[in-house]
C-alpha cells in the first residue's frame, strides 16, 4: 500500500455545513460536523472506506451515510475485520452489497438497514462505498486526525482508506459521514486474563531477543523464568526476583535453553552468543544452591536463532538440541545445527544427518522435538523450511532421522512457501493422537487469491497397524494478518484444548479461540480480556502461581507481561497438573483417564520462536470428580502408573519414585506365560481383606478388560486374561500392561500378546 496523504487533502471540496443530530447511545460516529464538509474528488479513487474500531464484539444493525452532489445510484459494501488490515484488502462482504438510491441533488442521508444482525467479532469493520453515479459524493468532514495505530506509511489506521485505481490503497486523516448502529451482547469484559506483570514485580524494559524458558530451576515445585539472559526465581506465588547476579550468570545471550546436560536432575543453563558475540557459547551448571559454574563450549557459530527445541535424540540418554536459524538470515548465518550431546558437558555437531546431497544448509523458522508418531521416538518439524515447506524428520532411535515429509506432510497445510509461523502439536480432540496448530503467515494481497490463508487445524488419526497417523485437515483458521504463531491449552479446564495465535504486529492483535462440546471453536478474546493485546510474536500458557489455571507470557510492544488467569473454578473446572522430573522427563507422555475420557499430553521441551515450556503438563478435567488411571511413558520407554493423584493438585512425579515402597502386604508373584496366546494368567496375593481391582491397559493408558473389582480376604489369588476386551472382542497382537491395586499397592507389569 502507498501513502499520499498531502495530494488528497488537496481535492477536497468545501460544501455548506449541515448540523449533527442526536445519535443513539449505541451508534457509532466517528466524524464532527465542526468546520464544515468536504469531498473528494479525484478520478483516480475507486472505493471510499469508513474504517470503524469497536471496543468489544458487536452486531451491526444498520449504517446511515451521507451523500452529496446529484441525484444518483451508489452501492454500499459492509466488510469485516478483513484480515485486522488498515483498509479493506481482502473486499470480502459480509452480506450482499446494497445499491442506494440518492432521489435529489444536494445532502440527502440513506440509511441500509440489514434485515438479520451481523455479528463482528473483531475489533473493526468497514463501510465502504463504491460505483458511485459521477456527481454523486460521499461526505467527509473536514478535521485532522492523527493514526489510531501506526507501524509505518503503509500500514496506518485512520479513519477513512480509499481505494485507488490501480490496486493500492491511501489514508485519509478526517471522517467519512457514516454512522453504524450496533448492539453489543457484551460491553463490559470479565478479563479473565488479567495483566499481572506489575505484581510480579518483573521490570518493564524492552527485550531484545524476546526469548522465554520457563523451568523449575531450583526445583522448589514452581515455575522460574529466564529471559533475556535473566533468571527471575518465583517465590510461589507468581512474584519474581532477579537473582542473575547472585546466581551466576552474566550476559546478554541471543538465546537463553534450559536443558539437563549432565543428568544430575538439575536444570542447566545455556547461552547462545549473539553474531556480534566475540565470546564463546557458554553452559552454566546448576551447583544446586542457587548458585551456576560457568563452562565454556566450543560450539558452531550459530548467530541468529530463530528458534530451538531439545529431545534425546539418539536414546543415550543425554539431552540433544537443535538451533533454528530462520532464511532471512541466510546472508549472516552459516545455517540451523543439529547438536547432540557428548556426555563430556559437549555436543557434536550432526547438522549432516538433515543435510541431502544436494542441500549444504538448513533454515527454517520454527522446529519442534515431537513424537508425532506415538512409538516413544522424537521426530523433527521444521516449519517454513529454505525449501518453502514445511519438513518431518521420523526419527529411528539411534540418532539418524529420515525425511518423511512427502509421505507424511501432504496437502495445502504444509505446502506454504513464504507462510513462516510457529505452530504447535497437542491431542485437542482426546484420541490419543497428536494433532498440529499451523496458522499461517502471508501477505493480505496474496491471501486474498489464497484458498485457505490463515492455515488450518491438522487432526491426526489414529495409524493402522505399525503405521503413522494419517494427518488430515479438520478446520480452517481465519486469516489474520501479522500471525506469528499458535500454543494449545485448556484455558478454561473444560477438558478441551483451546488455542492462541500471536501476532507479530504491534496494530494486531492476538486471538483465543475456545473449543466447544462438538469439538469447534469460537472467538473468546473479549471475554477474557484479550481484545486488543498485541501479544506476540509467541507465547507460553503455563500455570505459574499454582492454582491449576494456565496464565499468559508473552511479549507486547517488545516488553514481557505476565496475564493471570483469573476465572472462577468451580465444579465444571476440574484439573490436575502433573510436574515431571527424571532423566527422560523431556519427551514423555502423560496418559490419563477420567470418567470415561481419555488425556494425552507430550513434555516437549522448546518450540516457534524462541520459547521453552516447562516439564509439566496440564489436564483440564472438566466435572470430572475422579480420575480412573494415569501412566506416564518416559522418554526412554519405561511406563509407570501414577496412583494416587487428586483432583485440582499439582503432583510431583520423579521418575522411578511414582511406586510406593509400602506395598501394603500385596505383590505380583507371576504372569505366565508370558509372551502368550490364548490365556495370560496373573497370580498375586495380600495379607489383609482388602479392595482389589486388576485391570488389563494398552501401553498408553487405555483400559481394555477388567479381571477383578471387588473386596477379597487376605490370600493368594489367580485371575485369567483371555485376550478379550471389554467389548467381548479379540483384542490386537502387542503389548499391554496389567495393574493391580490393592490397598496402599499399586503394582504394573507388561504382557505380550501374540497370535
Known sequence: MTRSVAAIATAFIAVQVIAAQAQAPDTLRPYTAKGGWAYYNDPRIMTQAARFDLPAPAAIEEVTLVLGGKAGKATVHLYGAEAGAPAPLLARDLVEPVVVTKSHGGMEPITVTFHRAVQCESTQFFIAVDHLTPGVTLLSDTRQ???????AADDAYYAQALGMIDGTWQWGRCAYAVDAVVRYPQR???????????????????SRNMNIALADIDGNGTIDLVIDGHLYRNDGAAHFADVTAAAGLAGDPAANIVLDVNNDLRPDILF???ATDTTSATLYLNNGDGTFTPHALALPPVGYPSTYTIADVNGDGYLDLFVGVSSRDRTRSAGSRLLLNNGALGFTDSTHMLLG???????????????????????????????GRDELWEGRGNGSLADVTARVFTGQPFQSAGKSVATSWADYDNDGVLDL?????????????????GGSIVRGNAPAAGGAPNLVEAEPIEFRAGRSSGIWGDVDNDGRLDFLLATSSGCRYAELYTQNSAGHFAAASFQYGLFRTAAGPDAILADLDNDGHLDLVTFVGGHLRIYRNTIPSGPQ????????????????????????VRYTRDVTCGRGSLVQEPARVQFGLGSAHV????????????VEALKDLAIDHVAAVHEGGTH?????????????????????????????????????????????????????DAGEYTATWNGLNAQNEMAPQGAYMYRLRCGGADLTGKAVLVR
Not at 480420575?627 to 519405561?638: E, L, P
Not at 494368567?681 to 481391582?693: L, M
Open 145 to 151: 486526525r492523527t493514526p489510531v495505530c501506526m507501524n
Open 437 to 453: 496448530l499451523r496458522p499461517a503467515l502471508m501477505p493480505v494481497r496474496a491471501a486474498a487469491a489464497a484458498s485457505q490463508p
Open 357 to 387: 546431497d544436494a542441500r549444504t544448509s538448513l533454515y527454517c523458522d520454527a522446529a519442534q522435538f515431537v513424537d508425532y508418531n506415538g512409538d516413544g521416538i522424537p521426530d523433527l518439524h521444521l516449519v517454513a523450511s529454505d525449501a
Open 660 to 712: 510406593s515402597p509400602d506395598n501394603g502386604g500385596a505383590s505380583i508373584v507371576a504372569a505366565s506365560p508370558n509372551p502368550f496366546s490364548t490365556s495370560l494368567r496373573i497370580n498375586y496375593r495380600h495379607d489383609a481383606r482388602e479392595r482389589v481391582t486388576l485391570g488389563i491397559y494398552t501401553m498408553d493408558g487405555a483400559p481394555v478388560a477388567t479381571l477383578v473389582d471387588g473386596t477379597e
Open 573 to 596: 473446572a476440574g484439573y490436575v497438573e502433573i510436574d515431571l522430573a527424571g532423566q527422560h522427563a523431556v519427551g514423555a507422555r502423560v496418559t490419563l483417564w477420567a470418567d470415561g
Open 627 to 638: 480420575i480412573d488411571s494415569a501412566f506416564v511413558r518416559w522418554g526412554n520407554g519405561s
Open 272 to 274: 547462545l552468543p549473539a
Open 188 to 206: 463490559v469484559s470479565p478479563k479473565y486474563f488479567a495483566d499481572a506483570t506489575p505484581d510480579a514485580m518483573l521490570p518493564d524494559t524492552a
